[in-house]
T-cell receptor, first 114, second 115 residues
Framework: NAGVTQTPKFQVLKTGQSMTLQCAQDMNHEYMSWYRQDPGMGLRLIHY???????DQGEVPNGYNVSRSTTEDFPLRLLSAAPSQTSVYFC?????????????FGEGSRLTVL | GESVGLHLPTLSVQEGDNSIINCAYS??????FIWYKQESGKGPQFIID?????DKRQGQRVTVLLNKTVKHLSLQIAATQPGDSAVYFCAEWGHGSSNTGKLIFGQGTTLQVKP
C-alpha cells in the first residue's frame, strides 16, 4: 500500500489564482481530512469527509472547497488564493471502524501564495 | 470552545534520560486522546493513544497517562534517544465522537535530545 499520497509537494501561486491539492489513499478508509499547519503551530482542520458524497467543515474552512466523489480521493480546492493561505497542507485518513484513534497522514503539500 | 494545549514549547533532555511531555485539554467528552510525533519536513506519525475510560497505557518505550480530574495528558518516553528529537502533538477527537475524523490538535512541544 502507498498509504496517503499528496500532490503536489510544493506549489507557488500568485494571489487570486486557483488550484487543487490532490489527496489519494489506497487503504479503503472511509474518513478523510485536510489540515493546515502554520509555522510554530499545530494542525488546524479545514474540511473532512466521513464517506463518499459526504463532507463537512472543520475549524478553518473559509477559502477552501472539497468534494468526495470516490472513497479514494479527497481533493482540496483553493478558488482564489490569498497570502494568508500560505501553509503546509496535510491530508489524513482513517477507517470508520476500529479501536484506535490513529489518523494516517500524507507527507504534506507546501503552498506559497505571493 | 474546545482547545488542546501544551505546557511547554521546548523540552531539552540528555540522551538516556526519561522525557515527559504534558498537555492540557478542555473537552471532557472526547473518546480518544492521541500523541503524534512530527519530524522535520514530514507528516505527523501516530505514537500512542488512550481511550477516555483508561488512566494509563504503555507502548514500546512510551507511556501515556490520562488524568480526567484535571484534564491533563502526558507522554513519557523512556531512555530518550537522538531519534526521538521531533515535535510532539497531543490531539483529541472533538465533540465526543471518534467517528467523524474531526481530530483537534494542540500546538506542539519540541523535544531536543542532547548527546
Amino acid at each position: 500500500n502507498a498509504g496517503v499520497t499528496q500532490t503536489p509537494k510544493f506549489q507557488v501561486l500568485k494571489t487570486g489564482q486557483s488550484m487543487t491539492l490532490q489527496c489519494a489513499q489506497d487503504m479503503n478508509h472511509e474518513y478523510m481530512s485536510w489540515y493546515r499547519q502554520d509555522p510554530g503551530m499545530g494542525l488546524r482542520l479545514i474540511h473532512y469527509s466521513v464517506g463518499a458524497g459526504i463532507t463537512d467543515q472543520g475549524e478553518v474552512p473559509n477559502g477552501y472547497n472539497v468534494s468526495r466523489s470516490t472513497t479514494e480521493d479527497f481533493p482540496l480546492r483553493l478558488l482564489s488564493a490569498a497570502p494568508s493561505q500560505t501553509s503546509v497542507y496535510f491530508c489524513a485518513s482513517r477507517p470508520r471502524t476500529g479501536n484506535t484513534g490513529e489518523l494516517f497522514f500524507g507527507e504534506g503539500s507546501r503552498l506559497t501564495v505571493l | 470552545g474546545e482547545s488542546v494545549g501544551l505546557h511547554l514549547p521546548t523540552l531539552s533532555v540528555q540522551e538516556g534520560d526519561n522525557s515527559i511531555i504534558n498537555c492540557a485539554y478542555s473537552n471532557s467528552a472526547s473518546d480518544y486522546f492521541i500523541w503524534y510525533k512530527q519530524e522535520s519536513g514530514k507528516g505527523p506519525q501516530f505514537i500512542i493513544d488512550i481511550r477516555s475510560n483508561m488512566d494509563k497505557r504503555q507502548g514500546q518505550r512510551v507511556t501515556v497517562l490520562l488524568n480526567k480530574t484535571v484534564k491533563h495528558l502526558s507522554l513519557q518516553i523512556a531512555a530518550t534517544q537522538p531519534g526521538d528529537s521531533a515535535v510532539y502533538f497531543c490531539a483529541e477527537w472533538g465533540h465526543g465522537s471518534s467517528n467523524t475524523g474531526k481530530l483537534i490538535f494542540g500546538q506542539g512541544t519540541t523535544l531536543q535530545v542532547k548527546p
